[in-house]
């Protein structure tokens, strides 16, 4: 069964640094990889998704993120933190065994330091 | 303008009870689900459905009843609640069963049970 792990449940930055968020998945087959965002006290929000075609994908917010099929990995980058990208990052991989769905990862909250 | 709208935001209430959570959505889309995220920020899918069609059932208790009245809708209704089910329930919608699409996700229904 496909799985996400994502390294650090808690990472801080400050404001104007790099942010880097890690995410390794687990698949038998081409996976689709999608990052969701959530600020405190709200629903998910799609920061950007790999399905196919070019690894490099690009998001709201500044956000990218890069497929590494040999790593199997999926991390989030963004070049300058800001402040209000302080909330909980969600890692997920398409699961396509019987009914298709997306498995998260456990989440990683990061915190942006001023 | 909600997108996804739940009621009620929140809900405290007695082991033993029945309750519902509701779900609107007003974007058109035709496919409705219920996500747990337990008090370690773990989201799993729980129930989807298409077109007021049960397509995933993620081996729920039986105490978890969905129902779709129609494709704008989706409530879940608990029987006999549990210590256990304290959790935040989050709707959210598609457009079409295909993974890839994006989900919208609704603010989230906190469940403390007693």
């Known amino acids: 069964a496909q799985s996400v792990t994502q390294l650090g449940s808690h990472v801080s930055v400050s404001e104007g640094a790099l942010v880097l968020l890690r995410c390794n998945y687990s698949?038998?087959?081409?996976?689709?990889l999608f990052w969701y965002v959530q600020y405190p006290n709200q629903g998910l929000q799609l920061l950007l998704k790999?399905?196919?075609?070019?690894?490099l994908v690009k998001g709201i917010n500044g956000f990218e993120a890069e497929f590494k099929k040999s790593e199997t990995s999926f991390h989030l980058t963004k070049p300058s933190a800001h402040m209000s990208d302080a909330a909980e990052y969600f890692c997920?991989?398409?699961?396509?065994?019987?009914?298709?769905?997306?498995?998260f990862g456990q989440g990683t909250r990061l915190t942006i330091n001023p | 303008d909600t997108a996804v709208s739940q009621t009620p935001k929140y809900l405290v209430t007695q082991m033993g009870n029945d309750k519902s959570i509701k779900c609107e959505q007003n974007?058109?889309?035709?496919?409705m689900y219920w996500y747990k995220q337990d008090s370690k920020k773990f989201l799993k899918i729980m129930f989807s459905?298409?077109?007021?069609?049960?397509?995933i059932n993620e081996t729920v208790p039986n105490r978890f009843s969905p129902k779709s009245p129609d494709k704008a809708h989706l409530n879940l209704h608990i029987n006999s609640l549990e210590l256990g089910d304290s959790a935040v329930y989050f709707c959210?919608?598609?457009?079409?069963?295909?993974?890839?699409?994006?989900?919208?996700f609704g603010p989230g229904t906190r469940l403390t049970v007693l």
């Open positions: 698949s038998s087959v081409p996976p689709y």
């Open positions: 459905y298409n077109n007021k069609e049960l397509i």
């Open positions: 974007l058109g889309h035709d496919t």
């Open positions: 790999y399905t196919t075609g070019a690894t």
């Open positions: 997920a991989v398409t699961d396509f065994q019987g009914a298709q769905k997306l498995v």
């Open positions: 959210a919608s598609s457009l079409g069963l295909a993974v890839y699409n994006e989900q919208f």
